[in-house]
C-alpha cells in the first residue's frame, strides 16, 4: 500500500470519483458525513484538513479524512460537527490502521462515531452508542404505519399540537429547502441561544463553524446538498432546522424552534414534514443521530451502532493518553463518588476543547 496525505482540494477528478463509487457501494457509507463534498467543504472552512490517499499500484482503494492536529493528536473529519466518522474504501477489511497513521503522522486519534463495519478500528473500540434511524425504503406511508403502530399515542398528540397552533398562529406553511437568508440567520441566533441557556458549549461561537455551514448550504446537486427546512405560521418562522443529504441518506443536523411554540411541538411538527419531504424525494434513510430522547425513538425505529474509543500510534502523545486513560479506569472502578468521574471528564473536555481549535 503507497499512502499520501494532501488537502481533500488537491484530490483528482479520477480520485473523487473513486470516492463516490467506494461509499455507493457501502450501504455502511450511505452518511452524507461520508461524501467527498462534506470533506471539501471542511477543506473550505478548517486550514487543518487532511485526507490520507490509499493507493495499490497507483490505483486508489480508500481515504481517510482528519483534521491535523499538533504532536500528532488529530480528530476526525467535522470536528466535534461530525457526526459519522472513518475510512472510505473499496474493501475495509483490507485496511491497515497503523500504516495508515504512520503515513499520516497521527498519534492520537480520539473518535465517538464510527461504524462497528469498519474493523481496522476494531481494537480501539471502548463503546457503542446507537444511531436512531428513520427507514424511509417503503416510502413515508410505510415509515408512518410502522410508527403509529409503535408510538400512536404521541404521534397523535403531535398532531393535535399542530392543529392547536395553526388554529392560534394561522396557517402553517413548510419548506424543505429554504433559501432565505434571514431564516438562516435566526436558525444561528436561536441555536446559540439554546446552548447558552442549557450551558452547552455554543458551538457557534467558534468563527468555523458557522462558516462551515454557509459552505454546505451553497452546495447543491444529486451527490450532496445542505438544507435549510422552515415552519412557518402565518409566514412567521416558527421552527427551522438545517442538514444534509445525499442520494442516500440524510442526517438531522441543527433543529431549533421558536420558544414562544415550545408547548406547540413546532419542531416535532417540522421533523414530520422534513420525513415526509426525504420519501417524496427518494431518500432511504433520515438518521436521527445518538442520543436516549424520546422524539428520536418515536421518529426513529432503526439503529445503526457506531463506537467510540481511541486509536493510538507509538509516541509520547500516545503516551501521555494511555496514562491518563489508565488512571481513568482506575478511579471509575474505585467507589469514591463524583470524583472518580473526574479523570473521564477532563479527558472529554479536552478533546471536545481539541476539536474546536484549528492549526
Not at 112 to 130: A, H, L, V
Not at 271 to 293: C, E, T
Amino acid at each position: 500500500m503507497d499512502i499520501e496525505v494532501i488537502r481533500p482540494s488537491e484530490l483528482t477528478q479520477a480520485e473523487i470519483d473513486a470516492w463516490r463509487a467506494f461509499q455507493n457501494a457501502d450501504p455502511a457509507l450511505n452518511s452524507p458525513y461520508f461524501a467527498v463534498e462534506f470533506a471539501l467543504a471542511c477543506d473550505q472552512v478548517r486550514a487543518d484538513t487532511r485526507v490520507a490517499v490509499i493507493r495499490s499500484h497507483g490505483v486508489s482503494k480508500g481515504f481517510f479524512p482528519y483534521h491535523r492536529g499538533p504532536l500528532g493528536y488529530s480528530l476526525p473529519l467535522g470536528g466535534p460537527l461530525g457526526d459519522f466518522q472513518g475510512v472510505i474504501a473499496e474493501d475495509q477489511t483490507m485496511l491497515d490502521l497503523p500504516a495508515i497513521m504512520h503515513a499520516a503522522r497521527i498519534s492520537v486519534y480520539p473518535f465517538s462515531f464510527i461504524p462497528e463495519t469498519q474493523t481496522c478500528f476494531e481494537k480501539s473500540f471502548n463503546d457503542k452508542e446507537d444511531c436512531h434511524t428513520a427507514n424511509l425504503a417503503e416510502g413515508f406511508e410505510g415509515w408512518y404505519a410502522g410508527r403509529m403502530a409503535a408510538h400512536k399515542k404521541s404521534l397523535k398528540r403531535y398532531e393535535a399540537k399542530a392543529r392547536q397552533m395553526e388554529k392560534a398562529y394561522g396557517t402553517l406553511s413548510f419548506t424543505m429547502e429554504d433559501d432565505d437568508p434571514e431564516a438562516f440567520a435566526s436558525l444561528l441566533a436561536w441555536k446559540s441561544a439554546q446552548y447558552q441557556a442549557t450551558r452547552f458549549f455554543d458551538v457557534f461561537s467558534v468563527p468555523w463553524t458557522s462558516a462551515l455551514l454557509r459552505v454546505i448550504w451553497e452546495m447543491k446537486s444529486d451527490n450532496f446538498a445542505g438544507q435549510l427546512s422552515t415552519l412557518r405560521a402565518d409566514g412567521r418562522l416558527v421552527a427551522a432546522h438545517f442538514g444534509m443529504r445525499n442520494q442516500h441518506a440524510a442526517h438531522y443536523w441543527f433543529p431549533v424552534y421558536d420558544p414562544e411554540f415550545a408547548r406547540f411541538g413546532a419542531g416535532h411538527r417540522l421533523l414530520l414534514d422534513m420525513i415526509r419531504g426525504h420519501a417524496s424525494a427518494g431518500i432511504s434513510k433520515v438518521h436521527l443521530g445518538v442520543g436516549d430522547f424520546r422524539y428520536k425513538h418515536q421518529f426513529g425505529g432503526e439503529t445503526v451502532s457506531l463506537c467510540s474509543g481511541t486509536a493510538m500510534a507509538p509516541s509520547f502523545s500516545a503516551f501521555c493518553r494511555q496514562s491518563a486513560q489508565t488512571v481513568q479506569r482506575g478511579l471509575e472502578a474505585l467507589p469514591l463518588g463524583p470524583v472518580s468521574r473526574l479523570p473521564g471528564r477532563v479527558l472529554r473536555r479536552l478533546d471536545r476543547e481539541m476539536a474546536f481549535r484549528v492549526v
